[in-house]
């Protein structure tokens, strides 16, 4: 039978196969312009589960902060070509409107079908990997940080005690900044009493032996691994860590002169980084 060549790029519009596909289909299904659509997606979809092993260690991250929601998307694929596509950037921005939209928390099957559909299109393998989102309250804030080209993304949450204190320009700075040592020192936990009670036991083992083969006293041997353990939180603990912009003070230390200075109670309540390929 005839398919006309109009009907053919209305189906390729739609779906995003290629011409050859589009008229096979149309030919298979007598012209029938809907089981034609179906029967590609059905073949999109399968040649998906083809795919679905491939490793995907290139991608992208994705934020958006709404007055009520803060989200941070990690979206992965095979190549860089693709992690620069712009169906691909429009893909994770679609998907973070739908976790906003339904209130959704963590990765599930629409998610993942909104992933599929794309790599129908493109034929690369494409993952959501990662779904972090932080609820707001009225005095709650949050801010970003994105590196490059997306490779990396910092969301940072905060808590003051009126919301007026996030209009201040100083505490705005430093909250934007905070975002940037996120990113450049990569903290594990936001602050000591995070760190799991069966590393601390660990580290305490490690940094006794270390300081017994010191040839201090024995009375001073419980100061000195207190004084390794307070190093560790140094290195790993966000509100413990030199301050990115100023290394005399801590992160702690530089947030409670802010907030002083502007007038205002200030904390820090989360944070996540989001790495592609890590």
Do not use: W
């Given at each position: 039978?005839?398919?006309?060549?109009?009907?053919?790029?209305?189906?390729?519009?739609?779906?995003?196969?290629?011409?050859?596909?589009?008229?096979?289909?149309?030919?298979?299904?007598?012209?029938?312009?809907?089981?034609?659509?179906?029967?590609?997606?059905?073949?999109?979809?399968?040649?998906?589960?083809?795919?679905?092993?491939?490793?995907?260690?290139?991608?992208?991250?994705?934020?958006?902060?709404?007055?009520?929601?803060?989200?941070?998307?990690?979206?992965?694929?095979?190549?860089?070509?693709?992690?620069?596509?712009?169906?691909?950037?429009?893909?994770?921005?679609?998907?973070i409107d739908v976790i906003i939209e339904k209130n959704y928390t963590s990765i599930n099957e629409e998610l993942e079908l909104m992933?599929?559909?794309?790599?129908?299109?493109?034929?690369?393998?494409?993952?959501?990997?990662?779904?972090?989102?932080?609820?707001?309250?009225?005095?709650?804030?949050?801010?970003?940080?994105?590196?490059?080209?997306?490779?990396?993304?910092?969301?940072?949450?905060?808590?003051?005690?009126?919301?007026?204190?996030?209009?201040?320009?100083e505490i705005k700075e430093f909250c934007h900044d905070c975002a940037l040592h996120v990113a450049a020192f990569t903290p594990t936990?936001?602050?000591?009493?995070?760190?799991?009670?069966?590393?601390?036991?660990?580290?305490?083992?490690?940094?006794?032996?270390?300081?017994?083969?010191?040839?201090?006293?024995?009375?001073?041997?419980?100061?000195?691994?207190?004084?390794?353990?307070?190093?560790?939180?140094?290195?790993?603990?966000?509100?413990?860590?030199?301050?990115?912009?100023?290394?005399?003070?801590?992160?702690?230390?530089?947030m409670k002169q802010v907030a002083k200075a502007a007038g205002f109670t200030l904390e820090i309540t989360g944070f996540q980084m989001?790495?592609?390929?890590?």
């Amino acid at each position: 039978m005839e398919i006309k060549a109009a009907t053919v790029k209305k189906l390729r519009d739609a779906t995003g196969a290629g011409m050859m596909d589009c008229k096979k289909a149309l030919v298979a299904a007598e012209g029938d312009f809907a089981l034609a659509e179906k029967h590609l997606k059905e073949m999109g979809l399968a040649a998906v589960a083809k795919r679905a092993d491939r490793a995907t260690e290139n991608g992208r991250i994705f934020t958006k902060i709404t007055p009520k929601k803060a989200v941070l998307l990690e979206l992965t694929c095979e190549t860089d070509f693709v992690s620069g596509n712009e169906d691909f950037a429009k893909l994770g921005e679609d998907m973070i409107d739908v976790i906003i939209e339904k209130n959704y928390t963590s990765i599930n099957e629409e998610l993942e079908l909104m992933v599929k559909n794309l790599i129908a299109v493109i034929k690369e393998n494409m993952t959501v990997k990662n779904v972090l989102v932080f609820d707001l309250a009225d005095n709650d804030f949050a801010t970003t940080y994105i590196h490059g080209a997306g490779e990396k993304g910092v969301l940072v949450e905060f808590k003051a005690d009126k919301a007026e204190a996030f209009e201040n320009e100083e505490i705005k700075e430093f909250c934007h900044d905070c975002a940037l040592h996120v990113a450049a020192f990569t903290p594990t936990y936001l602050k000591p009493s995070e760190i799991p009670q069966a590393d601390i036991d660990e580290l305490t083992g490690i940094f006794t032996k270390q300081a017994q083969g010191m040839g201090k006293p024995e009375k001073i041997i419980p100061n000195i691994v207190k004084g390794m353990l307070n190093k560790n939180n140094a290195q790993v603990c966000f509100l413990q860590q030199a301050f990115v912009k100023d290394d005399k003070m801590s992160v702690e230390a530089k947030m409670k002169q802010v907030a002083k200075a502007a007038g205002f109670t200030l904390e820090i309540t989360g944070f996540q980084m989001f790495s592609v390929g890590a």
